[in-house]
């Protein structure tokens, strides 16, 4: 707190300083700086972090906070006016509560303040700083923490205004750039390299072999994208397959049908557990001829492999194994990392005019914005009556103008006192930010 | 004439490097302003065949000259009708190509002046060609999308080039247009073959004479009747469809060109 002076120079009660950048700061782990299991150990539940956070609220060296807690991350969002010992009530609560020897969680943790911690929550949004870059579930994520701090008014006018504006970037990033656009997954890339070689995917017939979850999730991928499509499941164990094809709403077949289903299917997803392969070649070359030699997309996604790789040199037959599917997913990831360059420029631009905003939270640039405003008002006002007056003299014109500026300077007196000083314990930030848009300030 | 000549020719040119740049950037804009530039050329393209018919009072496509510029005109035409039809953007980037060169070939290629005979004036004669040029447009454009079916199966097969996996279509839809292209040249192929048969009659009494042209479309007609044969019978599709194609087409050039230069018959008098 510093001791600040009145219009006549008098000493003032001590009166909390202006908003300063480096109130803004983020400490947490992340994937890059903690294994897996701190970070496991280190996860808020829901009921968690409303208690931390209900706990935080009361801890008066934090102003604003929220708490962020995915499988890749554990971050402490907040608005302080004393940086070291906010930090310290935060890191004694989580070595108690998580119990972790703080030398243990000390090495792990980043602290950020002022500029770089707005660039990190607005890379965390935009998924920039994901271990997937580009992968969409961390703006969820957010939003949710964002809501639950909302919900328990731990967040304030700042923090609110940098969550709303970490969303709109991340939009921004994914309307603008290539980050979330090709597939990284497995399945999508098996989709994907369907729809290249079938026109559509509609009444295609696909067959599944074993009823793994790879497979599972390889068909709702291919479900999604179709609007009516035959399934077969096919697994040792019968029961099994029946209960998978009835999610889906498929058939099941026994495993001795498979190669005369090989003249139907178009699609054939394998994923047992057989150390031999599932489907020879001998088996696909006689159903190429009896299915008129439309195409067939083998799908193996098993190891040790089902499908023998020589089948990819049977004409219209197209045979794709994990590390092929994986070899396509490579080449997306490193287009997205591409894109992502494209990205930070767009989040550097936020942060800049983040910053911006938040700096006019500051009493002088508000009262001369304030000033000039009104100036601006008198003077066109000024304008038009001497237009209409035109028997006033060089003189009367001097004497309303001074009277103009004597006007503004007795009219902001009053506010301008009450804004550098609003009181003991009351948010400057606040009252500022109500000024400006009050008077409309930020066109 | 040449000046509108070069007015097609540019508008083409600039058409193509609006596909080729589509294939690139994969931006809509692209091939909307690259359509829009072909079909800009193929009106002037159309009023200037229009304007030689009326000056000179027979089909122009007496000489090798008016036979390109007939030949770059019905690629065009046949392009943009099945364009308009079909979503086959990436064709463009082989259509146009191939329609500039057509025309610049045949503005390179001096107009020699053809003394008219009344042999020229004849309905069937107008019916041969025009059916003849369709025909070899649309098995050109078979060919077309029999090469963008090579490379795309090549894509998927070999796992190797993603450029243009994620660019080119489906396999399935590929071979399927291709398909319909040689249905469509085939259809006119025969047509036009018989046209010409019946003008023959009237113009040598004849219908048949063992003219190496003749020869020459009887064996491109059979090579795509072989493969029209194979997939109804045999589902010949994919691959083996793809290379039929492109041989076929390779067949037709020899006939439209190879015959003229290398070997000598009664269409002699058309294209040189």
């Known amino acids: ?443 | 004439m040449s000046s509108l000549l070069f007015v097609i020719i540019l508008l083409y040119l600039l058409s193509a490097a609006g596909y080729i740049i589509f294939l690139f950037a994969q931006k809509e804009v692209c091939h909307r302003v690259a359509y829009g530039l072909m079909t800009a050329g193929f009106v002037v393209h159309t009023a200037l065949i229009g304007f030689e018919f009326y000056r000179l009072g027979y089909f122009p496509a007496q000489n090798l000259h008016q036979t390109l510029v007939v030949a770059g005109w019905a690629l065009t035409g046949v392009f943009l009708l099945i364009k308009y039809r079909y979503r086959l953007n990436i064709l463009g980037a082989y259509a146009a190509p191939l329609a500039t060169i057509v025309i610049i070939a045949a503005f390179c290629v001096p107009s020699v002046a053809v003394a008219p005979t009344p042999m020229f004036k004849s309905l069937w004669l107008v019916l041969h060609i025009v059916i003849i040029f369709i025909a070899e447009a649309s098995l050109a454009l078979a060919c077309g999308a029999g090469l963008i079916y090579l490379v795309q199966e090549n894509a998927i097969k070999t796992k190797s080039s993603r450029f243009f996996l994620k660019r080119l279509p489906s396999l399935e839809f590929l071979d399927r247009t291709g398909y319909l292209f040689i249905v469509t040249g085939f259809t006119s192929l025969t047509i036009g073959l018989i046209t010409g048969f019946i003008y023959a009659q009237l113009v040598w009494g004849k219908f048949w004479s063992w003219d190496n042209k003749e020869i020459w479309s009887m064996i491109t007609w059979l090579i795509y009747a072989a493969l029209l044969h194979g997939r109804l019978v045999s589902g010949w599709r994919g691959r083996r469809a793809a290379i039929m194609a492109v041989i076929g087409f390779a067949a037709l050039l020899f006939t439209f060109f190879g015959v003229n230069f290398l070997l000598e018959g009664h269409h002699d008098a058309f294209t040189k």
């Not at chain 1, 008066?60 to 906010?86: G, Q, Y």
């Not at chain 1, 969303?167 to 309307?175: D, E, I, L, Q």
């Not at chain 1, 750039?177 to 997954?185: L, M």
Request: aromatic share 6%.
């Open chain 1, 1 to 443: 707190m510093t001791l600040l002076q009145n219009d006549n120079g008098d000493p003032m009660i001590l009166a909390e300083p202006g908003p300063d950048l480096s109130d803004i700061v983020v400490l947490g782990v992340n994937h890059k700086t903690a294994a897996v299991e701190l970070r496991e150990k280190l996860a808020f539940s829901a009921e968690e972090t409303e208690a931390a956070l209900k706990l935080f609220q009361k801890a008066p060296s934090i102003r604003e906070a929220m708490i962020l807690s995915t499988c890749n991350r554990v971050e402490v969002l907040l608005v302080t006016k004393n940086k070291s010992l906010a930090i310290d009530t935060i890191s004694s609560f989580i070595t108690e509560k998580k119990a972790i020897a703080p030398a243990h969680l000390k090495p792990c943790v980043y602290v950020h303040s002022g500029s770089q911690a707005i660039l990190h929550v607005f890379r965390v949004a935009a998924s920039l700083d994901s271990m997937m870059i580009g992968e969409p579930q961390i703006l969820g994520q957010l939003k949710e923490a964002f809501k639950t701090a909302v919900t328990l008014k731990s967040t304030g006018l700042i923090l609110n205004r940098l969550l709303h504006k970490a969303f709109s970037t991340a939009k921004r990033v994914r309307t603008e750039t290539g980050i979330g656009g090709h597939a990284v997954s497995i399945s999508y890339a098996a989709v994907e390299l369907a729809k290249k070689i079938f026109d559509t995917l509609d009444g295609k017939t696909i067959l599944l072999i074993g009823a793994g979850e790879m497979a599972e999730l390889a068909v709702e991928h291919l479900i999604r994208s179709t609007a009516s499509m035959n399934l077969l499941v096919a697994n040792r164990t019968f029961s099994v397959g029946v209960a998978l094809a009835g999610r889906f709403r498929g058939r099941a077949i026994h495993l001795e049908e498979i190669p005369e289903t090989l003249k139907t299917a178009d699609i054939i997803i394998s994923s047992t557990g057989s150390p031999a392969y599932v489907i020879s070649k001998d088996q696909v070359k006689p159903a190429m001829r009896s299915r008129k030699h439309r195409p067939l997309f083998f799908i193996d996604i098993a190891v040790p492999r089902d499908i023998d790789p020589d089948i990819n040199r049977i004409p219209n037959a197209y045979v794709y194994d994990i590390d092929d599917l994986q070899g396509a997913i490579r080449e997306n990831i490193e287009n997205r990392n591409a894109e992502s360059i494209k990205a930070e420029r767009i989040v550097e631009e936020s942060v800049i005019k983040f910053t911006e905003w938040y700096q006019s939270l500051d009493v002088v640039p508000t009262i001369i914005d304030l000033r000039e405003k009104l100036g601006a008002i008198l003077t066109a006002e000024l304008a038009k009556t001497f237009q209409a007056l035109p028997l006033l003299t060089e003189t009367d014109r001097q004497a309303f103008e001074r009277m103009a500026e004597s006007v503004i300077k007795k009219a902001l007196h009053d506010p301008a006192r009450f804004l550098k000083n609003p009181g003991a314990h009351r948010n400057k930030a606040v009252y500022l930010d109500f000024t400006r848009k009050l008077f409309h300030l930020d066109p």
